[in-house]
C-alpha cells in the first residue's frame, strides 16, 4: 500500500485564480482530513469528511470548500487565491471519524504569486 | 479554547543525553494527545499517544492533567531520534487536531 497520496505535489498560481488539490486515502479508510501548514507553524485544521459528509470544518473563510467522492477521495477547491495562501496542503486519512490514528500525505506545496 | 504550545523551536542535545520536549495545552474537557513526527524528507507520522500509554522507540509521553501537560521524554538521544516533533491534541469527537508549532531536535555526535 502506497499510503496517502496526494496530488500534484507542486503548484504555482497567481492572485485572483483557483486551485483543486487531491487526495487519495489509505484503502478501507472512510475519514479524509485537511490541513494547512504555514511555514514556521504546524498544520491547522480546515475540513474533515467522513462517508461523503462534512463533519468538521475550522477557522477558514468559504473560499477554502473540499468534498469527498464514493471511493472517498477527496478534493479541497480555494477560489480566489490570496498570497496568504501559500502554505504545504495536508491530508489525512483515518479508518473510521473519531480520534483514530490519522496518516498523512506527503502534501501539496501551494505557492500564490 | 483549543491551544497547544511548544515552548522551543530547537532544542539541540548530545547523543546519550536525556530529552524532555515541552508540550502545554488548554482544553475544555478531556482531549486525547498525541506526539506527530517528521523525519528529514518523510512525511508527518504518529508517534505516540497518550491513550497507549506505550513506549516508541524509545520515547514516552505522560500526560499530566493538573498542569496541563504531555512532556516527551527519552533518557538517552540518539542521532537518528533528530527530527521535526509535534505535539497535538484532539477532542473527543471527530478527527480535527491541533498542532503546536513544533520542536525541532537536534542531536550532536
Known amino acids: 500500500d502506497a499510503g496517502v497520496t496526494q496530488s500534484p505535489t507542486h503548484l504555482i498560481k497567481t492572485r485572483g485564480q483557483h486551485v483543486t488539490l487531491r487526495c487519495s486515502p489509505i484503502?478501507?479508510?472512510?475519514?479524509v482530513s485537511w490541513y494547512q501548514q504555514v511555514l514556521g507553524q504546524g498544520p491547522q485544521f480546515i475540513f474533515q469528511?467522513?462517508?461523503?459528509?462534512?463533519?468538521g470544518r475550522g477557522n477558514f473563510p468559504d473560499r477554502f470548500s473540499a468534498r469527498q467522492f464514493p471511493n472517498y477521495s477527496s478534493e479541497l477547491n480555494v477560489n480566489a487565491l490570496l498570497l496568504g495562501d501559500s502554505a504545504l496542503y495536508l491530508c489525512?486519512?483515518?479508518?473510521?471519524?473519531?480520534?483514530?490514528?490519522?496518516?498523512f500525505g506527503p502534501g501539496t506545496r501551494l505557492l500564490v504569486l | 479554547a483549543q491551544r497547544v504550545t511548544q515552548p522551543e523551536k530547537l532544542l539541540s542535545v548530545f547523543k546519550g543525553a536525556p530529552v524532555e520536549l515541552k508540550c502545554n495545552y488548554s482544553?475544555?474537557?478531556?482531549?486525547?494527545l498525541f506526539w506527530y513526527v517528521q523525519y528529514s524528507r518523510q512525511r508527518l507520522q504518529l508517534l505516540l499517544r497518550?491513550?497507549s500509554r506505550e513506549s516508541i522507540k524509545g520515547f514516552t509521553a505522560d500526560l499530566n492533567k493538573g498542569e496541563t501537560s504531555f512532556h516527551l521524554k527519552k533518557p538517552f538521544a540518539q542521532e537518528e531520534d533528530s527530527a521535526m516533533y509535534y505535539c497535538?491534541?484532539?477532542?473527543?469527537?471527530?478527527?480535527?487536531?491541533?498542532f503546536g508549532a513544533g520542536t525541532i531536535l537536534r542531536v550532536k555526535s
Open positions: 469528511y467522513y462517508e461523503k459528509e462534512e463533519r
Open positions: 497535538a491534541l484532539s477532542g473527543k469527537y471527530g478527527n480535527k487536531l491541533v
Open positions: 484503502s478501507g479508510h472512510k475519514s
Open positions: 482544553y475544555s474537557g478531556s482531549p486525547e
Open positions: 497518550h491513550i
Open positions: 489525512a486519512s483515518s479508518l473510521e471519524d473519531r480520534s483514530t490514528t490519522q496518516y
